[in-house]
């Protein structure tokens, strides 16, 4: 709903008259204009409402040069009703014009801007945000993680409990216009609240290219929707390229060179490290094992892990890029990609964000 600043209080209060009532009228658009651009919005009824007072406020203006109708000749009615039309198409195509340039547009949550063209994922997708794909699909086995697989990592506690489809231990589970949002419930001890959010804030892996690009495409489908009004706001969702890894991994050694004492000196998460973490996620052998995807320095895009931790799926299907927590350091950087035949546990993703125009 929105509120019009025009009412007879405002009038009252400026003092309006009949004689300058055509100046209030223009202030008073004028100000609806302002308060749109001001909050970063292009509502059509503002717009709609704003052209109308501007016209109005016009055509009273108009009226001061214009002759009583009984002395007015045909032409000059006919002149005035011309100027009218055209101050409400200019005034139309003006407010058009100043919408279009002042819509910012929404990001899509989670993504960090790389230049104009397009943004990218800041981390690897999460297990919480797959598990929301899923219930928001109504539970859809098809969308689940290879159930060999989840034997080995430790979000298959998380799975089950989704299985129930209602009930669960770890989430409660919100309905909402564009799907279900689940937030985590806190648990009987400070640790085991610690070491759940930590599984929740892993990669998601063992899923499959098919099950990856599906979630790009619910997820361009969910965010199209909220901007649907504001079609340049409009996206594609992608899973990015090689191109894309190879030009933002900037091959960093595996080893810190300032201090990265949370992260026992190292770069990245590679086979090949051995220490006691006490960072956020406690005390935990990193050897060989998924951490969280904002473990580890971003790089100066405020990018997570484009190097280790998990492998991630290009747009071409049984190639991935930047390497896994399995794999050497070596292996991480841009010239060197990874195939793969089908899900692993090693294997996830992130996506871009590209504008339709």
């Known amino acids: 709903m929105i509120s019009l600043p ?37 509502l059509p009824e503002a717009g709609i409402f704003s052209t109308f007072v501007y016209y109005i406020g016009f055509s009273s203006g108009l009226n001061v040069f214009q002759m009583p109708r009984r002395t007015q000749s045909p032409n000059v009615s006919h ?58 699909n109504n539970y859809d086995t098809k969308l689940y993680p ?4 989840l034997l080995t990592l430790p979000f ?12 669960f231990k770890y ?26 959010k930590s599984i929740m804030f892993m990669p998601i892996t063992a899923i499959s290219y098919d099950q990856a690009k599906q979630y790009c495409r619910w997820l361009e489908n969910k965010f199209n929707t909220m901007t649907q009004r504001f079609s340049v706001c409009n996206v594609s ?24 004492v949370d992260n026992c000196r190292y770069n990245f998460n590679f086979n090949g490290i051995n220490c006691d973490n006490k960072s956020i ?18 790089d100066s895009y405020g990018i997570y892990n484009l190097q280790g931790n998990a492998a991630e799926m290009t747009s071409i299907e049984n190639v991935s890029m930047g390497g896994s927590y399995q794999h ?5 950087f841009n010239d060197i990609q990874i195939t793969y035949k089908k899900p692993e546990i090693w294997l996830g993703f992130r996506f871009i964000v590209t504008k339709n125009r």
């Open 171 to 196: 989430f409660k589970s919100h309905k909402q216009t564009t799907g279900v949002w689940l937030q985590f419930k806190k648990q009987g001890s400070k640790n085991e609240t610690r070491r759940i």
């Open 6 to 42: 025009l009412n007879s209080e405002v009038l009252r209060q400026r003092g309006a008259t009949n004689k300058s009532s055509s100046f209030v009228l223009l202030s008073a658009a004028y100000q609806a204009d302002r308060t749109r651009m001001s909050n970063r919005t292009c």
């Open 281 to 298: 996620t406690g005390n935990e052998l990193t050897t060989n094992k998924l951490v969280r995807c904002d473990r580890f320095k971003p």
């Open 156 to 167: 298959k506690i998380l799975i089950d409990d989704l299985s129930k489809q209602g009930n």
């Open 237 to 260: 969702i992608t899973l990015p390229t090689p191109d894309t890894y190879k030009n933002l991994i900037k091959n960093q050694d595996s080893i810190c060179v300032s201090s990265c």
């Open 146 to 149: 290879d159930s060999i697989l």
């Open 328 to 332: 050497s350091a070596k292996q991480s």
């Open 79 to 136: 002149i005035m009703t011309i100027l009218r039309f055209l101050t409400l198409l200019l005034i139309s195509a003006l407010s058009l014009c100043s919408c279009s340039r002042r819509i910012q547009c929404a990001k899509v949550p989670g993504t960090v801007n790389v230049d104009n063209s397009y943004s990218i994922r800041a981390t690897e997708l999460t297990v919480r945000e797959y598990l929301e794909f899923i219930a928001s």
